[in-house]
């Protein structure tokens, strides 16, 4: 018989084949989307009220933030936990929705955004909190 045992058994191209796809799901897990930098920084932008205008599409679509507010409580502030892009220019943004206060302590709240590029800019075009009694 020619060739080894393991040859004649498991032909060399499949030996390819084999180690593509694991290779290709390794990438795809352990690289974040192209420019979440950028959509992580346009939500940092968004805590601050003073900058939040400048992040924002012009149409955008937000859930009413002054129904958080309150004394001994703080501002509602977000954070990016994971980032899908739905296109190129379009991207999903799983968030966490948090606000501290004396009495609260911190009460966190699912939040999602939505993202679109415009002119090479990441604005958000979507917000919404979602969780008990909200």
Same mark, same amino acid.
């Given at each position: 018989m020619k060739g080894s045992r393991l040859a004649r058994h498991f032909p060399s191209d499949m030996k390819a084949i084999c180690w593509i796809f694991p290779?290709? =799901?390794a990438r795809?897990?352990?690289a974040e989307p192209e420019g979440s930098e950028a959509i992580r920084k346009a939500i940092a932008t968004f805590n601050d009220p003073h900058?939040?205008?400048?992040v924002l599409a012009r149409d955008a679509d937000l859930s009413p933030l002054d129904r958080f =507010?309150?004394?001994?409580?703080?501002?509602?502030y977000f954070e990016a936990t994971a980032i899908r892009m739905v296109t190129p220019d379009v991207a999903f943004v799983d968030a966490t929705a948090s606000q501290f206060g004396s009495m609260i302590m911190k009460r966190t709240m699912p939040a999602v955004f939505v993202l679109k590029r415009v002119g090479g800019a990441w604005r958000i075009s979507v917000m919404r909190i979602a969780g008990r009694g909200y």
């Open positions: 290779i290709l =799901a795809a897990w352990a900058e939040r205008a400048t =507010a309150g004394q001994e409580v703080s501002q509602v």
